[in-house]
């Protein structure tokens, strides 16, 4: 254990990449995610039909592989188009947009799902009382989504918190790279793993204890509105 302690600082400034990159997912595919879903929920197929391809053909590859080719074929993509070339997607920008699109490819079917669980009937009534498109959608759609949509997004980061372990492969320091050159270094695998494996045990129990409180949250000013 005295390795831990003197490894501590590399391990924790891997956490802080981790959680950056977690956090920046999350942003980033919420926002996708949402788009994706009223482009599903189109009545123009111009919109619904590309947006439910996409989604169809993110959650149908393991991300593994998505984030391989965002990393070498983006730079290959990018070298080609640039005439002075040179040019290599980051670790941490191949990750970011590898896992932001499966994100918002899973969030969207989420959503879509929010979306459709709004009684027709009270976004009538909004409208009968004079709400814009946007008032109706800020004041009574988006409660009542985001009360359907928090555990299901609740499972996806977390689900999205250990698939950054994936970007380590590319070269990102993050905390799975951390612990591996300690494990390295001091020749100490188990150890290091173990420490590694806690820490992303710490992020999702205190994950869980966050969602749950929003739960709460979104039910009593849910059952407040009514």
């Known amino acids: 254990m005295a390795h831990v302690t003197e490894y501590l600082p590399l391990l924790l400034a891997g956490l802080r990449t ?43 590859i393991p991300e593994f592989l998505v984030l391989l080719l965002i990393y070498f074929g983006g730079t290959q993509v990018l070298n080609g188009m640039l005439p002075e070339g040179g040019f290599e997607v980051s670790p941490f920008g191949a990750g970011l947009a590898a896992l932001s699109v499966i994100f918002g490819a899973y969030a969207s079917e989420t959503f879509r799902a929010a979306f459709q669980s709004v009684p027709k009937g009270q976004i009538e009534a909004g409208r009968a009382y004079g709400f814009s498109t946007w008032k109706t959608f800020r004041y009574i759609q988006i409660p009542q989504i985001w009360r359907v949509a928090i555990p299901g997004l609740g499972n996806l980061w977390q689900g999205s918190v250990k698939d950054t372990a994936l970007v380590s492969i590319v070269g990102l320091d993050d905390l799975m790279r951390k612990a591996q050159q300690a494990s390295q270094t001091t020749r100490e695998p188990f150890t290091f793993f173990f420490v590694a494996s806690l820490m992303f045990l710490a992020i999702t129990l205190v994950s869980m204890w966050i969602i749950a409180r929003l739960e709460r949250r979104a039910s009593r000013g849910f059952a407040g509105a009514r």
């Open 18 to 60: 981790t959680l950056l990159l977690a956090i920046s997912t999350m942003v980033v595919g919420l926002i996708l995610g949402m788009l994706l879903a009223l482009a599903k929920l189109s009545k123009s197929p111009w919109l619904s039909r590309p947006a439910y391809a996409f989604t169809n053909f993110m959650r149908g």
